[in-house]
Nanobody, 121 residues
Framework: QVQLVESGGGLVQAGGSLRLSCATS????????MGWFRQAPGKDREFVAA????????YYADSVKGRFTISRDNAKNTVYLQMNSLKPEDTAVYYC??????????????WGRGTQVTVSS
């Protein structure tokens, strides 16, 4: 079993930055392809970014490309999401996920509980 814990969310003004972290205890994350998702109130969960096991390949939703950066430190069992130039529409609960069970933009075997990001205008 993989337990994922997100942190780093909070309230920030538009144009500001936040860095989210996703850490695990127990199993090492280095064996897993990882993703970040978000869900805004009243909306479906949407894919944000993903990163391969070694970190050499990254993928982004068009809505965050050029503003968000996904990275990982396998020695620390942690995956990051650096979010710059934040917009009010980025407000959502952000979830990290490990080990896709299908498309890496949709389904994963393991999910964290999420961290709230609120961007004020």
């Amino acid at each position: 079993q993989v337990q994922l814990v997100e942190s780093g969310g909070g309230l920030v003004q538009a144009g500001g930055s936040l860095r989210l972290s996703c850490a695990t205890s127990g199993r090492t994350l280095r064996r897993y392809f990882m993703g970040w998702f978000r869900q805004a109130p009243g909306k479906d969960r949407e894919f944000v970014a993903a990163i391969s096991e070694g970190g050499g390949r990254t993928y982004y939703a068009d809505s965050v490309k050029g503003r968000f950066t996904i990275s990982r430190d396998n020695a620390k069992n942690t995956v990051y999401l650096q979010m710059n130039s934040l917009k009010p529409e980025d407000t959502a609960v952000y979830y990290c996920a490990a080990d896709p069970s299908g498309s890496y933009t949709q389904t994963y075997n393991y999910w964290g509980r999420g961290t709230q990001v609120t961007v004020s205008s």
